[in-house]
């Protein structure tokens, strides 16, 4: 059962996230973990044009900064597993997200639940899945759109590796992506520095009309992510567009999202 709708600004905005293929492994990452995030622009170019209400929509809701946290939870066939994200947006409002995940006899998602709250308290919007519900027609080989940093740490990376996903945003709204790890770089960030995999992501308009796929395609546009060769391939960096050039010559602008800081698990 859902509460709430989403925005569609808010909608577009976070179909950035990645699905899980159906075979993931439950992700060797420990108790308390805690990685934080921080939003900026990496080049002027990349600076939205707040003259367009669609743009600043948009940027409203997209986060400045968000934390994420890891817990275990149970022994045996119940163990669960839990990721909540704390983040504040653009807008000075709040969203606290919870994802809850089986790990038997799958590695797979549970429940989701999204509450942001306005900066003097006000509650505007409380959204909640059980995904064990058939009438959300939750099929294999797909993951919810907001947790794609877990469906990299639960792969099996190596450059050159094309991981199929599929995208779900509702019963209705389930589109393919494909990504792909593309090579290796070292970078930089506040946290420090790391040997990663990169990886790009983007739509396929396999299953989807023709004019409907090439739309598709280049609103959403690609998707880029850094995450650590070794371990649990923690991510470290991420750039996802927040607005896509589907008019020619029109050039996308990207969000980048750096790691800032890593606490271990106690």
Request: aromatic residues 14%; glycine residues 10%; charged residues 25%.
């Amino acid at each position: 059962m859902k509460y709430g709708v989403y925005p569609l600004a808010g909608l577009v905005l976070l179909m950035g996230s990645l699905s899980f293929a159906g075979d993931l492994k439950v992700p060797a990452i420990p108790d308390g973990e805690v990685r934080v995030f921080k939003s900026y622009y990496a080049t002027k170019r990349d600076r939205p044009n707040m003259k367009s209400w669609l743009m600043r929509a948009a940027v409203a809701f997209a986060p400045e900064s968000y934390t994420g946290e890891i817990r275990w939870q149970g022994e045996g066939e119940g163990r669960q597993f839990v990721y909540t994200r704390k983040a504040k947006l653009n807008n000075e409002s709040t969203a606290d997200l919870t994802f809850v995940f089986d790990t038997s006899p799958d590695f797979r998602l549970r429940s989701f639940r999204n509450v942001v709250l306005a900066p003097d308290g006000t509650k505007l919007r409380d959204v909640y899945y059980d995904y064990t519900e058939p009438s959300l027609r939750y099929p294999d080989k797909t993951f919810q759109v907001f947790v794609g940093d877990m469906v990299l740490r639960s792969s099996d990376l190596a450059v050159g590796v094309r991981l199929p996903w599929n995208v779900w945003l509702s019963p209705f709204n389930v589109f393919p992506f494909r990504f792909r790890v593309t090579g290796e770089e070292t970078i930089t960030v506040p946290a420090g520095t790391f040997e990663c995999y990169k990886v790009m992501g983007r739509l396929v308009p396999e299953g989807l009309t023709d004019i409907t796929g090439i739309i598709l395609s280049k609103i959403i546009g690609k998707y880029y992510f850094w995450v650590e060769k070794g371990g649990s391939h923690g991510v470290v960096r991420v750039r996802w567009p927040l607005s896509s050039g589907i008019v020619p010559g029109m050039r996308t602008k990207y969000q980048t999202q750096d790691l800032i800081e890593v606490r271990e698990g106690k």
